[in-house]
C-alpha cells in the first residue's frame, strides 16, 4: 500500500457523495429559482467534501485511540489502527481539510453573508464532537441525528441559501429525505460493526438498540424517504417531478435484503455501498427534478 492509497482509504472516498449530494439538491433548487450562482456552488462543494474528509480522519484517529478497531473488525482498514498513517498525521490531515474548508467558507461569506460562517463554526464543533472530546456524543447512540442535521437539513438549506439568502420551504422539505438517507448509511455501517464497538464500549445506536431493531430502523429511513419525496411532490410543497425520485424504491429491496438477511462482514460492506449509491442516485433524480 503507497502512501497515497492510504490516504485514500483514510478519507473514506466511497462515503463523499453523502456530501455532495445536499450540494447538488439544494443548487437544483436555485437554478429552477433563477438564482443559480456558479461560484456559490463551487464553494459549497469544496467545503462540504472537505469538512467530510475531515471528519474521516478524526473518525479514523478517534477509534484507533479508544481502541474500537481491532483485528476483529470487518470492513474498510482504519489506516491508524494499521500503522499506516501516525495519529499526529492524520490530525494533521484534520486541520488541513479544516483549513480548506474554511477558506471555501469565507468565500461563500463574501457572497452569501456572516451567516455561513456561523453555520461552518457549528458544523466544525458539530464534527469534532462527535467522536471526540470528553463526551464524543458518536459514542452515545446520537450519530445518526447529527447526521440527519448536518448531511441533510443543515447542507441541503445552506446550500440553496448561499446562491442569495434565501431558504425556500421547497429546499426544507427535500432535506428530509436527504437526512434520512444519510442516516440509513450510518446505520447499516454500525450495523456491520455492532459487535467490535460492543466490545470497545462504543455505544452507537446499533448497540443501544441491537440488531434487531436497527434493521427495522434501517428499513424505515430508507422506505420513509421515498415515501416522503412522493408526499411531498404530490401535496405540491416540492417540485412536482421530484417524485421520479420515488421511482428508485425497488432499489432500496436490496440493501434492505441483505440487513435482515445477512450478517457476515463482505454482506453488509455490499449493503453499505449499495445505500450510498441509492442516496447518490436517489439525489440525482431530485436535483434533475427540481430543474425540470
Partial sequence: MTTV????????????????????VGSALAEADGVFRLDAFVFAIVAAVAIQ????????????????????RVGPPRMVALGRITPRQMWTGVVIALIVATLAGLALAI???????VIGVISVVAMLGYVGGPLPYGYRGLGEVFVFVFFGVVATVGSRYVHDMSAPAAAWFLSVPIGLFAAAILVVNNYRD???????????????????????????????????????????????PTIFAALIVPYAMGPVRIMYRRTDGPALVRALKMTATLHLWTGLVLAAGALI
Fill in 5 to 24: 492509497q492510504a490516504w485514500r482509504i483514510a478519507a473514506r472516498v466511497h462515503t463523499l457523495p453523502a456530501a455532495v449530494v445536499p450540494v447538488l
Fill in 53 to 72: 474528509v475531515a471528519a474521516n480522519f478524526a473518525n479514523d484517529a478517534s477509534d484507533a485511540r479508544r481502541g474500537a478497531d481491532t483485528a476483529e
Fill in 111 to 117: 457572497i452569501a453573508g456572516p451567516l455561513i460562517l
Fill in 194 to 240: 455492532l459487535e467490535t464497538d460492543r466490545a470497545a464500549d462504543k455505544r452507537t445506536l446499533a448497540v443501544i438498540i441491537g440488531p434487531r431493531r436497527t434493521r427495522n430502523l434501517f428499513a424505515a429511513l430508507v422506505y420513509g424517504a421515498f415515501l416522503l419525496i412522493a408526499l411531498f411532490a404530490v401535496i405540491g410543497w416540492t417540485p412536482f
